[in-house]
């Protein structure tokens, strides 16, 4: 008999986590950045005590990029406003950048004002694409 996880009662699956059969159940951030994301705020907290960044926010704004009966919607990770005025969509990607996702992000910079960056950690380095 082949029982899914997901059926199982949650006292038996505290029972098998407890008991080293199942990995433990992984806490989602308080603030809903993984890893990368936290490390890119952190970079953002750096360039605004330096002054050349003075207001960032992660996951701030959802745009829409299309409308009618299948409307999408596009949330950059970071929306980023610097010293000088210009404000940036930032999106934070590691190895991996799914198709559906860069054709979001094309369309909602042919439609919206500011630049899309993609930005990637590589070799220790943040490594910004342009949109």
Do not use: C
């Not at 330096?50 to 919607?73: D, M, N, P, Y």
């Not at 950048?97 to 369309?107: D, G, N, S």
Request: glycine letters at 8%; zero cysteines.
């Amino acid at each position: 008999m082949h029982v899914k996880l997901k059926d199982l009662p949650p006292h038996l699956l505290q029972r098998l986590r407890d008991s080293g059969q199942l990995p433990k159940k992984r806490e989602a951030a308080a603030d809903g950045m993984n890893g990368t994301e936290r490390a890119y705020g952190a970079h953002l907290d750096q360039l605004k005590a330096q002054g050349v960044v003075t207001w960032w926010a992660f996951e701030h704004v959802r745009l829409k990029i299309a409308s009618g009966k299948k409307a999408a919607w596009y949330t950059p990770d970071f929306l980023v406003k610097f010293s000088d005025g210009r404000l940036e969509a930032v999106e934070i990607k590691g190895s991996f950048f799914r198709e559906a996702a860069k054709v979001r992000l094309k369309v909602a910079a042919g439609l919206f004002p500011w630049p899309f960056v993609v930005v990637r950690k590589i070799g220790g380095a943040w490594v910004r694409e342009e949109f």
